[in-house]
């Protein structure tokens, strides 16, 4: 008789050890011990202007990627409400069995009439719009060549290929032209990168790379998650700005930033988009986005689309806000976008400066390696459309003197 018993040789390595012995959760778990915790701050109510958060006390909010203002927005929601009442909570099934509704089918039909495609695929999330086109693009001895400060997303995507991964230099076309120069003469090529870069708020030279693009006869996906409702005359991102939009051969958006939702799209041609329907694991395999989601993202590109108005305050805001910090000298890191980068450098630093600004009543996100290289946190704030001048100049005013004070704070105890 067959002996089932389970063999568990002494000298076989656990295979959860990088989850049991990881020193970025012990990190994490020792900064909730000691009440220095900058991660996953629980709200009370809607990522606005000024947020209620699970304490208390409300803050001015520029953690949030609500960059339109309308996460909460009164015709977004009623939107979300009917289609939870006519839809229910769960389509229950991916888009190829029973998971689509006409609120799919209309999302991407405006989505892209928006971006000027053939189609649109939605996505349920946007890490799932970067895996359904890059997981499946490429063949063996094909490239995908992508920027080194990429989304996490774009970088995973990528490595699902069947062709080979190569990252050049951030925002360097001279790393990304040698790149492309010394591939095989037939292998494929695939351009990628963010529009915006979501942490430190600078713009790809969109231009520049769609040139190199024609030159190498390279595919070129652009991720405009940070870009979409932000830049560009009608709002479509960093492609548009850099008027090369029409260059670009797939764009991916996430809808929890401007379109005040969860879910993403892939924006491409019509032969593109039937190849993602017909392989792509995140579409066919994944239950299709919840209706209300669908319903809140429609709104929210209605309300783009015909009240340009609220991007002209977007941007109104933002240089506000980098005029301010630049004044009380801790200038950002140089951008255009909604997202401004305060470099803090150290961790150490970088946690000290958002207890105190989160203390002093205003709400920022501090990015630590490994979401950027080691010593070169920052502190990432992102303002809103709907934020007020008076929001912003107090904001800035207590974001520069927490920078301050940690960098202070840290070189006394370094001396001592």
């Not at 709200?43 to 953690?63: E, H, I, K, W, Y």
């Not at 630049?326 to 400066?353: M, N, S």
């Amino acid at each position: 008789m067959l002996d089932v018993r389970p063999v568990r040789p002494a000298a076989r390595r656990d295979a959860f050890a990088p989850l049991l012995d990881n020193p970025r959760a012990e990190m994490m778990r020792r900064h909730v011990r000691d009440g220095v915790a900058t991660h996953s701050v629980p709200a009370a109510g809607a990522p606005q202007a000024v947020t209620v958060f699970a304490d208390g006390r409300s803050r001015v909010n520029l953690g949030t990627n609500n960059y339109l203002g309308l996460a909460g927005d009164p015709q977004v929601v009623e939107a979300a409400v009917a289609a939870l009442r006519q839809y229910g909570t769960s389509t229950s099934g991916s888009r190829i069995l029973n998971g689509t509704t006409r609120l799919h089918l209309t999302l991407e039909q405006e989505l892209a009439d928006h971006y000027g495609t053939e189609a649109a695929v939605l996505t349920s999330a946007g890490v799932n719009a970067n895996v359904a086109v890059l997981s499946t693009a490429g063949a063996p001895g094909d490239v995908l060549l992508v920027d080194g400060h990429a989304h996490a997303s774009l970088h995973a995507a990528a490595a699902a290929s069947p062709g080979t991964v190569t990252r050049f230099r951030h925002n360097s076309v001279e790393s990304l032209a040698g790149r492309l120069a010394r591939l095989a003469p037939d292998a494929g090529a695939v351009v990628v990168v963010d529009g915006v870069y979501s942490m430190s708020g600078e713009s790809a030279p969109l231009a520049e790379i769609a040139d190199l693009c024609t030159r190498y006869s390279a595919r070129l996906v652009v991720d405009e998650a940070h870009g979409l409702g932000v830049l560009g005359e009608r709002g479509r991102g960093a492609a548009e700005a850099a008027g090369v939009l029409d260059r670009v051969d797939a764009v991916t958006v996430a809808f929890s930033k401007s379109l005040a939702s969860v879910g993403g799209a892939v924006m491409t041609s019509a032969a593109v988009a039937d190849g993602i329907r017909a392989t792509a694991l995140p579409y066919v395999f994944s239950a299709s986005n919840d209706p209300a989601a669908v319903a809140a993202a429609l709104a929210s590109l209605r309300v783009l689309r015909r009240e340009p108005e609220r991007m002209a305050r977007l941007r109104e805001n933002g240089a506000l806000l980098r005029r301010v910090l630049t004044e009380h000298d801790v200038p950002p890191v140089p951008g255009r976008g909604a997202v401004l980068a305060v470099p803090t450098g150290e961790d150490e630093v970088t946690v000290a400066a958002w207890n105190a600004a989160h203390e002093a009543g205003v709400y920022t996100n501090a990015v630590c390696y490994p979401a950027v290289p080691r010593g070169q946190g920052v502190l990432r704030l992102a303002v809103m459309a709907t934020h007020t001048e008076e929001q912003l100049r107090l904001a800035g005013e207590v974001v520069a003197a927490a920078v301050r004070y940690a960098r202070g704070e840290t070189a006394r105890e370094t001396a001592a």
